[in-house]
C-alpha cells in the first residue's frame, strides 16, 4: 500500500474514532497491515500536523491511544463556537429527549426510548456534547445503565434558576389521547418559545 494511502486510511479512521482513538494495533487490524506500518505512517502525519503551521489538527499519543486533536492555537476559534449556542439549532428530537429528562431525571437511555418509542443514542449524545444534558449517575441492577440529567447550562439556556421552574405538566391529561412524547415536546416548546 502507498504511503498516502495508509495515511489517508489512518486518518480517517481517527478521524471516526474521536475521543476514544484508536491504538497502533487497531488501526493495523482495520487497515490489513502490519503494526510497524503503522507506526511509521502515525509518525510520518504526526511530522505533517506539525510542520504544517495551517493545519488546525494534530495527532497525539497518550497511553498508546492514537486521536486527532485540535492544535491550542485554535482554542480561541472553538471557545466561541461552544459558547455561542444561537448557532447550535436542536433537532425535534434533541428537544423532545431533552424534555423527557428534563422532566423525569434521573433517566436511562432504555427508559427515555420507551417513552419515544425509537432509539435515542444520537440526540443523548448531541445533548451531552452541547452541555445541556449529562451523566449522573449509573441505575442500580444488571448493566448498570447510565443515568442522564440537565446541566446547569440547561438552566442557563431556558433561563431558570433551577429546575422546579419547569412548568408542570398537566394531570387530566388521558395517555390514550396523548402520547407522552407530544405531551413532553408540546410543554416544553412552549417554554423554549417564550425564551
Excluded: C, H, W
Amino acid at each position: 500500500m502507498n504511503s498516502n494511502k495508509l495515511l489517508s486510511r489512518i486518518e480517517a479512521l481517527l478521524f471516526v474514532a474521536g475521543d476514544e482513538g484508536m491504538t497502533a494495533k487497531q488501526l493495523a487490524q482495520y487497515i490489513e497491515v502490519e503494526v510497524m506500518d503503522i507506526e511509521a505512517g502515525l509518525s510520518e502525519l504526526q511530522s505533517q500536523y506539525e510542520e504544517e503551521a495551517s493545519r488546525g489538527i494534530t495527532l497525539k499519543e497518550l497511553a498508546g491511544m492514537y486521536q486527532l486533536t485540535t492544535k491550542p492555537d485554535v482554542a480561541n476559534t472553538l471557545k466561541k463556537l461552544i459558547e455561542n449556542p444561537t448557532n447550535q439549532v436542536l433537532t425535534a428530537a434533541s428537544l423532545e429527549v431533552l424534555a423527557i429528562i428534563a422532566y423525569k431525571q434521573p433517566i436511562t437511555r432504555a427508559e427515555i426510548e420507551d417513552i419515544r418509542g425509537v432509539k435515542s443514542e444520537r440526540p443523548i449524545a448531541t445533548l451531552v456534547s452541547r452541555a445541556l444534558a449529562q451523566e449522573v449517575g449509573r441505575a442500580e441492577g444488571t448493566g448498570r445503565a447510565i443515568l442522564y440529567g440537565t446541566t446547569k447550562e440547561f438552566l442557563n439556556y431556558f433561563g431558570l434558576k433551577n429546575i422546579q421552574e419547569l412548568p408542570p405538566l398537566p394531570e387530566d391529561v388521558d395517555a390514550e389521547e396523548e402520547q407522552p412524547t407530544d405531551l413532553f415536546l408540546s410543554k416544553f416548546q412552549e417554554t423554549f418559545n417564550q425564551n
